[in-house]
Each structure stands twice: as structure tokens, then as C-alpha cells.
Nanobody, 126 residues
Framework: QVQLTESGGGSVRPGDSLRLSCAAS????????MAWFRQAPGKEREFVAA???????TVAANSVGRFAVSRDNDKNMVYLRMNSLEPEDTAVYHC????????????????????WGQGTQVTVSS
């Protein structure tokens, strides 16, 4: 069983930056495919970024150049760095983990991940 706990959310202004953290327990993240999803009120859950077990990463097309995912194997933590935040980035951000070895095109699918955190709220407003 894997437990995921997100932190680092908050209320910021457009153009600000935030770094979200995801603490994993129960299994080392080197054996997991990790991802970030977000869900805004009244909208579908949306893929943000993912990191394969190998360390390769991918970011959703609408966030390339602004968001980056990274991990610290020693701390068993995954991070989402978000720069140049926009009001449209307002959402609850969830960390997710999967035990399989998905192909790249499956990284953006919620069904790839068995474990989910409760989420952390990010609000971008002037």
C-alpha cells in the first residue's frame, strides 16, 4: 500500500511561482510511476505532469515551459515546480502513483495510477 501526501499549495498572484511536494510512504518512488493531476471546480480531472521510474518526465502541453516535475529518491518525495502561474491554474492538485510500466501515451491517463493523495489547493488570483 502506498500513501501519498501533498503539500505546498496556497493562494498566489498571477505570475508567481509555487512548488508542490508529494511525500510517498509504503514503497520507494524509484519503483513507482509518479504523476500530478489537477481538478478545478466543475471541470474534469486534468493531467499535469508525470515521471517514469527511469526518471524520464513529461508535462502537459498547456504547461510546457512553466511546470516541471522532479523527485528526490533519498527523501521519497516528488515535486511540481510551477512558474508564471495563471488564474486558469487554480485547482486542487493531486499526486498519483502507479506500479506498472506504462507507455508514454498512457502517462496522462488517470487509470494508469492506483494510488492518489488527497490533494492541495492552488488558487491564483489578483
Amino acid at each position: 500500500q502506498v500513501q501519498l501526501t501533498e503539500s505546498g499549495g496556497g493562494s498566489v498572484r498571477p505570475g508567481d511561482s509555487l512548488r508542490l511536494s508529494c511525500a510517498a510512504s509504503g514503497r520507494t518512488i524509484r519503483t513507482l510511476t509518479m504523476a500530478w493531476f489537477r481538478q478545478a471546480p466543475g471541470k474534469e480531472r486534468e493531467f499535469v505532469a508525470a515521471m517514469k521510474k527511469s526518471g524520464g518526465s513529461t508535462v502537459a502541453a498547456n504547461s510546457v515551459g512553466r511546470f516541471a516535475v522532479s523527485r528526490d529518491n533519498d527523501k521519497n518525495m516528488v515535486y511540481l515546480r510551477m512558474n508564471s502561474l495563471e488564474p486558469e491554474d487554480t485547482a486542487v492538485y493531486h499526486c498519483a502513483a502507479g506500479t506498472g510500466n506504462p507507455i508514454t501515451s498512457s502517462l496522462s491517463l488517470a487509470s494508469t495510477y492506483e494510488y492518489w493523495g488527497q490533494g492541495t489547493q492552488v488558487t491564483v488570483s489578483s
